[in-house]
Nanobody, 122 residues
Framework: VQLQASGGGLVQAGGSLRLSCAAS????????MGWFQQAPGKEREFVAA????????YYADSVKGRFTISRDNAKNMVYLQMNSLKPEDTAVYYC????????????????WGQGTLVTVSS
């Protein structure tokens, strides 16, 4: 499994960004997908997860109501729409994949992309 995240950049507080993750897999619907963030000097933290069929999603409390995870299995793509961005959202965002449905900070996905940097200025 190879994951390529993109879409990061510099945005002002209150703005929006859409992250994309291109997955090199045969059948994306077999995989639960997720996003994690790692802020400077901090450990990686769970952001959002979506089940293979997209029937289930789960979000960290810090992003609930602001971020939306989605997927297009036909295109092998996963997205993270980030609205109402805050300076504390500044981090490298990683796309992840897992054959199991898991979520939360205790989730340890076996596959990770290279990360894309999101910087939110105040």
């Amino acid at each position: 499994v190879q994951l390529q995240a993109s879409g990061g950049g510099l945005v002002q507080a209150g703005g929006s960004l859409r992250l994309s993750c291109a997955a090199s897999v045969h059948t994306l619907s077999n995989y639960a997908m997720g996003w994690f963030q790692q802020a400077p000097g901090k450990e990686r933290e769970f952001v959002a997860a979506i089940s293979g069929s997209a029937g289930n999603t789960y979000y960290a409390d810090s992003v609930k109501g602001r971020f939306t995870i989605s997927r297009d299995n036909a295109k092998n793509m996963v997205y993270l729409q980030m609205n109402s961005l805050k300076p504390e959202d500044t981090a490298v965002y990683y796309c992840t994949a897992d054959l199991r449905w898991r979520y939360g900070n205790s989730w340890s996905p076996p596959w990770w992309g290279q990360g894309t940097l999101v910087t939110v200025s105040s």
